[in-house]
């Protein structure tokens, strides 16, 4: 079956500009994660989606970053005022649902360039 | 707050050696310990976890609660791991995002 798919797949923007960024989950899984990986770093929490609501959203850097997941599926992760330290390949994750035994599964990322 | 610290950022082992991933966790409580792989071109994957104390791809890691470790190992190393590798915790049951460490680049030498 299909796996997580992230849209698009490479972004380049300029500093101060807003940008979209798209995450569709495996089907029916229930949770969903953002993740952010700077250049030789591993990835870091952004937040956590049950269902439609953000059930932790701890990891968001600042009030520029927001993600909605309207309908519990395809999440949206928004970026305002892009500034050059947000690029990063932005990952996204799903599992079957929030429990302790299920994996997360990653999809294949975002790459986002702020010039 | 929890961490996970990968001291080696890259490490180059000949095919048919032993291959040893070290990852190191720092967490006052019951973690679930993961380590993940990334193929060249290809997304993060899950390669093995703690509580499933099982071998995948002659893999195999214990959780050393003692010594904080859940390093990752395998008897004789094949050209097809070369790879990036992360450890990754889960702090105890009810909160699910990952932790990671910040990769070891494994690459074997044919």
């Known amino acids: 079956g299909a796996g997580v798919s992230q849209t698009p797949s490479n972004k380049v923007t300029e500093k101060g500009k807003y940008v979209e960024l798209r995450c569709d989950p495996i089907s029916g899984h229930t949770a969903l994660y953002w993740y952010r990986q700077s250049l030789g770093q591993g990835p870091e929490f952004l937040i956590y989606?049950?269902?439609?609501?953000?059930?932790?959203d701890s990891g968001l850097p600042n009030d520029r970053f927001f993600a909605v997941r309207p309908e519990g599926s395809v999440s949206t992760l928004k970026i305002q005022r892009t500034e050059r330290g947000d690029s990063a390949v932005y990952l996204c994750?799903?599992?079957?649902?929030?429990?302790?035994?299920?994996?997360?599964?990653f999809g294949a990322g975002t790459r986002l360039s702020v010039l | 707050a929890q961490r996970v610290t990968q001291p080696e950022k890259l490490l180059s082992v000949f095919k048919g050696a032993p291959v040893e991933l070290k990852c190191n966790y720092s967490y006052s409580g019951s973690p679930e310990l993961f380590w993940y792989v990334q193929y060249s071109r290809q997304r993060l994957q899950l390669l093995l976890r703690?509580?499933s104390r099982e071998s995948i791809k002659g893999f195999t890691a214990d959780l050393n609660k003692g010594e904080t470790s859940f390093h990752l190992k395998k008897p004789f190393a094949q050209e097809e791991d070369s790879a990036m590798y992360y450890c990754a915790l889960r702090p105890s049951f009810g909160n699910e995002k990952l932790t990671f460490g910040t990769g070891t680049r494994l690459t074997i030498i044919p």
């Open positions: 989606f049950q269902g439609t609501g953000a059930a932790d």
């Open positions: 703690h509580i």
């Open positions: 994750a799903s599992s079957l649902d929030g429990a302790a035994k299920n994996i997360q599964y």
